[in-house]
């Protein structure tokens, strides 16, 4: 039962364009929402976070949305670098849950191409 | 460094040997989690400290893991008589707090296991 999904393993974007990673989930209690960014042999570094009680975040070329209604996320990176390349993962908890672990998603790899 | 430390980086075991995988988080950060990551699969919650105490350990896969945290500092996860499906990649992660706060958890870059 995956509370966190993202429904694209790959995704390709030319350089200098907008690059969007979508996230669902399906737990309503979930208020605290974080994308991470993975190279190959190095743990996730943390992007930027959104909490439920906005519905946008922005921080340099990244911005993140969420949508309650439709329990959806996106992470867009605006313009996309070649550096951008990595498994994106989406994260999610729930504060008031008493289990403080974040769920994540299975990740999408973001390939830019020059 | 002032991140979060993990070690060994890889680490190699016979099927039926213990292992003690090791975390040093971001001083000043109470919070201290663990997760593992198999092969083609998300990170895996295991547990959750706040201080010395873990008030989470909903995610340890089965009573061969077991996991302590000494002076609110260092962590070490052991798993006893290992098994071959406990070969994935370890991580910790550390914040600033757990609990109600909203606190982006920070990443070591984990300990490959792999047990033959």
């Known amino acids: 039962d995956q509370q966190v999904k993202q429904n694209s393993p790959s995704l390709s974007v030319q350089e200098g364009r907008i690059s969007i990673l979508n996230c669902d989930y399906t737990?309503?209690?979930?208020?605290?929402f974080l994308w991470y960014k993975k190279y190959p042999a190095e743990g996730p570094t943390f992007l930027i976070s959104?909490?439920?009680?906005?519905d946008k975040n922005e921080d340099g070329r990244f911005t993140v949305f969420l949508n309650k209604s439709a329990k959806h996320l996106s992470l867009h990176i605006v313009p996309s670098q070649p550096g951008d390349s990595a498994v994106y993962f989406c994260?999610?908890?729930?504060?008031?849950?008493?289990?403080?672990?974040?769920?994540f998603g299975k990740g999408t790899h973001l390939i830019i191409q020059p | 460094g002032a991140g979060v430390s993990q070690s060994p980086s890889n680490k190699v075991t016979e099927k039926g040997k213990d292992v003690e995988l090791r975390c040093d988080p971001i001083?000043?950060?109470?919070?201290l989690y663990w997760y593992r990551q198999s092969l083609g699969q998300g990170l895996e919650f295991l547990i959750y400290?706040?201080?010395?105490?873990?008030?989470?350990k909903s995610g340890l896969p089965s009573d061969r893991f077991s996991a302590e945290r000494t002076g609110g500092s260092v962590s070490t996860l052991t798993i006893q008589r290992t098994q071959q499906e406990d070969s994935a990649v370890y991580l910790c992660?550390?914040?600033?707090?757990?609990?109600?706060?909203?606190?982006?958890?920070?990443f070591g870059d984990g300990t490959r296991l792999s047990i033959l």
């Open positions: 992660a550390s914040s600033l707090a757990g609990g109600r706060a909203n606190q982006p958890q920070h």
């Open positions: 737990n309503s209690m979930f208020d605290y």
């Open positions: 959104i909490s439920s009680i906005k």
């Open positions: 994260a999610a908890r729930w504060s008031g849950g008493g289990a403080d672990g974040l769920t």
């Open positions: 001083s000043g950060h109470t919070a």
């Open positions: 400290f706040q201080g010395n105490s873990a008030p989470d």
